[in-house]
């Protein structure tokens, strides 16, 4: 059964960069049926999706972070990365990695995979 | 991008209740839609998936119904432990976005 765990800095400075990595277990990151996506949720509000990244590099970002995110991917050691550059007070937020299983034959598409969540302070 | 207005925002309800939550697109997306439950301190939890079905391992209590801009997610007797925030999610296009949350709470 697929895992998931986020790790990084739990504090950021202003103006600098974000980086997340999430570590999936339990199986290949490198299956056909899942896109693995950015999530996050700032303390008391709701749910903001960030953007995924595809076993095959592709990418897809919210537009309104997308000037200052990248997702990547690294197959080798079954991981997927976060970066938010220029962070503000803001981006405080707990940041969620989660898996989105896709499967046009069953029409199955949903998250059904997620990291515990970490928290994330944007403060000097 | 697709915005979704989830309502209500909260609720008060009794355990047995029948609860209702909608969640209205701002344009189609056919029945491109989820519902997932947060409980404090943890990760989303998919409930549904494709407008009605269900996920796997959810009690049969929840069931979600619609389909184009209007949606609705029902908890036929509510249990205790379905205290919780619960949110739509269109997956029909990107941006994904999320409803706003529906925060269900103990009357």
């Known amino acids: 059964q697929l895992q998931l765990q986020e790790s990084g800095p739990g504090l950021v400075k202003p103006s600098e960069t974000l980086s997340l990595t999430c570590t999936v277990s339990?199986?290949?990151?490198?299956?056909?049926?899942?896109?693995w996506d950015w999530i996050r949720q700032p303390p008391g509000k709701g749910l903001e999706w960030i953007g995924n990244?595809?076993?095959?590099?592709?990418?897809d970002y919210n537009p309104s972070l997308k000037s200052r995110v990248t997702i990547s991917i690294d197959t080798s050691k079954n991981q997927f990365s976060l970066k938010l550059s220029s962070v503000t007070a803001t981006d405080t937020a707990v940041y969620y990695c989660a898996g989105r299983h896709y499967d046009i034959l069953t029409g199955y598409d949903g998250f059904d995979i997620w990291g515990q969540g970490t928290m994330v302070t944007v403060s000097s | 991008a697709i915005q979704m207005t989830q309502s209500p925002s909260s609720l008060s309800a009794s355990v047995g209740d029948r609860v209702t939550i909608t969640c209205r697109a701002s344009?189609?997306?056919?029945?491109?839609l989820g519902w997932y439950q947060q409980k404090p301190g943890k990760a989303p939890k998919i409930l549904i998936y494709a407008a009605s079905s269900l996920q796997s391992g959810v009690p049969s209590r929840f069931s979600g119904s619609g389909s184009g801009t209007d949606f609705t997610l029902t908890i036929s007797s509510l249990q205790p432990e379905d205290f919780a925030t619960y949110y739509c999610?269109?997956?029909?296009?990107?941006?994904?976005?999320f409803g706003g949350g529906t925060k269900v709470e103990i009357k």
């Open positions: 999610l269109q997956d029909y296009n990107y941006p994904l976005t």
């Open positions: 990244v595809y076993y095959s590099g592709s990418t």
């Open positions: 344009q189609g997306i056919r029945n491109d």
């Open positions: 339990g199986g290949s990151i490198s299956r056909s049926s899942y896109y």
